[in-house]
């Protein structure tokens, strides 16, 4: 099996609370995984690590064998979907604008138009994105991380704030996308009953990596499921 991240011993300390203690993790090519945790558990910080935009940590970040301290190439093997951001209604940008900014070569032109039919946006191309739905926007956003062609695709708390119609059809396309068209996803969430429908693998992470395995392994233990549902439970008290 083909390894296309491999973190090693991960710990990222900020001036006030370390985010993440070192932390390690493979995921293999064509994988689904799903980190879960609660908030403040360091999700996007180890995003934001993966992708170098944080690189004050400890350990070791390697994608297909190479550190990404030494070489910036996985960068574009990469679609990243932050998370959601908000637009004025009037902000004059339309979806296939967005899609655009995307892309790195302009004569990959015609890619666009096949990642707005793939992703059920097609007929909203000239429409200004500030007037769409959460999850009209959210499906440009993916279309954006997509029109290069990723290898990897990491979405950060996706269905947040999002219509459950939506949800669902988000949900179709991530599978097609990993199945089909056999793209690594890694992506990052709370809803423990989509994880465990849709990802193959589950890291559960609370600032340490409390389990990290075949989903299945996870989802048939309900003493480790109760156990950290009860751990994140405690830290979310904590925080609010
Ligand atoms: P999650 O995405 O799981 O909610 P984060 O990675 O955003 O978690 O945050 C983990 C912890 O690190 C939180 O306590 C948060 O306040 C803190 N944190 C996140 N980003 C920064 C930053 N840039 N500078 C300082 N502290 C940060
Ligand atoms: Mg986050």
């Known amino acids: 099996m083909l390894k296309v991240v491999e973190i ?24 689904f995984l799903g980190i879960i945790g609660p908030n403040g558990a360091g999700k996007s910080t180890l995003f934001a690590s993966m992708l170098g ?18 070489s910036k190439n996985y960068l574009k093997e990469l679609g990243y979907v932050p998370q959601k951001p908000i637009f004025e209604k009037n902000f004059p940008v339309t979806v296939t604008d967005v899609v655009r900014m995307g892309l790195r070569k302009e004569s990959d032109e ?12 097609h007929e909203l191309r000239e429409r ?10 959210q499906r440009v956003f993916i279309a954006k991380a997509l029109v290069n062609n990723p290898k990897i695709l990491i979405l950060d708390e996706p269905v947040t704030g999002i219509d459950q119609q939506s949800i669902d059809l988000f949900y179709s396309i991530l599978r097609e996308l990993n199945f089909k068209q056999k793209i690594t996803i ?14 193959n693998h589950v890291a559960c992470l609370n600032r340490t990596l409390f389990f990290h395995g075949e989903s299945e392994k996870f989802f048939s233990d ?8 009860e751990a994140s439970m405690q830290e979310h008290m904590h925080h609010h």
Do not use: C, M
């Open 8 to 31: 090693n011993n991960l710990t990222v300390q900020y001036p006030d609370v370390k985010a993440l203690d070192n932390v390690s993790l493979v995921v293999n090519q064509g994988d």
């Open 53 to 70: 935009l944080n690189t004050k940590y400890k350990g070791t970040i390697k994608f297909f064998d190479e550190d990404i301290k030494k």
């Open 110 to 121: 015609n890619k666009i138009d096949e990642v707005l039919q793939q992703l059920w946006i």
């Open 128 to 137: 200004r994105i500030g007037e769409l739905s959460g999850g009209q926007q």
């Open 186 to 199: 890694i992506w990052s969430s709370h809803d423990l009953d989509a994880v465990n429908k849709l990802a």
């Open 222 to 229: 309900d003493d480790l499921v109760k156990q950290y549902s």
